[in-house]
């Protein structure tokens, strides 16, 4: 079955500071790739997604992911981090489903971003 | 841009009663998403639709049913409510035209008592 793993539960962060969050997925087939950010009680906001093609991707906020096929990884990155950025962070795959786009999400279980002043 | 709309934000409800959850998604898109979030988890999909038919279907209890109208608004009915039924539930929409995300309302959170 298909999973998707994201390693850290909660990362703490300084302002201004890189970061990194992980996301390995086990499928046989490259599925479509999405991270999704959750501020709490809010419903869940698009911040990239990866359908095929160049394997860097760039999306809202500053943000940006890679996806690396022979790690089955796409982690999402950003140079510098705002407070605003203090989320929780979902990574989710999509298996395409023949000729219409009717495939369900299957998520991490999410990573919790604190960012410190 | 139009987003996907949730009515109601916020339900509470009792044991053993009826909730119904409406959503209407973005215009032109034709498939529906339905996903439960309990608290400190990851969402977890229900059901999808696709022009008004049910396309997929997940972890979504028997008391559980819903539809996708001609309007392509879709509705989620939930009876004999348990209290394990708490918990925020999404829905989303997308286009089958290309390669089209799933975007998200912001959810109904629904309590029971």
């Known amino acids: 079955a298909q999973s998707v793993t994201q390693p850290d539960i909660h990362i703490t962060v300084s302002e201004g500071a890189s970061l990194e969050l992980r996301c390995n997925y086990s499928y046989g087939a490259t599925p479509y790739l999405f991270w999704y950010v959750q501020s709490p009680g809010q419903g869940l906001q698009l911040l990239l997604k990866y359908f095929s093609g160049d394997t860097l991707v760039q999306g809202i906020k500053g943000f940006e992911a890679e996806f690396k096929r022979s790690q089955s990884s796409f982690n999402l990155r950003k140079p510098s981090v705002h407070w605003s950025d203090a989320a929780e962070y979902f990574c989710a795959v999509e298996i395409y489903a023949g000729g219409t786009s009717y495939g369900k999400l299957t998520f991490g279980q999410g990573t919790i971003l604190t960012v410190h002043p | 841009a139009a987003g996907v709309i949730q009515s109601p934000r916020h339900l509470i409800k009792e044991k053993r009663e009826t909730a119904t959850l409406k959503c209407y998604p973005i215009?032109?898109?034709?498939?529906v998403y339905w996903y439960q979030q309990g608290p400190g988890q990851d969402p977890q999909f229900l059901i999808s639709f696709y022009e008004k038919m049910q396309s997929d279907k997940g972890s979504i209890p028997d008391r559980f049913s819903a539809q996708q109208f001609s309007d392509y608004h879709s509705e989620l009915n939930m009876s004999s409510l348990e209290l394990g039924d708490s918990a925020l539930y999404f829905c989303a929409s997308s286009s089958s035209t290309g390669n089209q995300p799933q975007h998200f309302g912001d959810g109904t959170r629904l309590s029971i008592l």
């Open positions: 215009p032109r898109h034709d498939t």
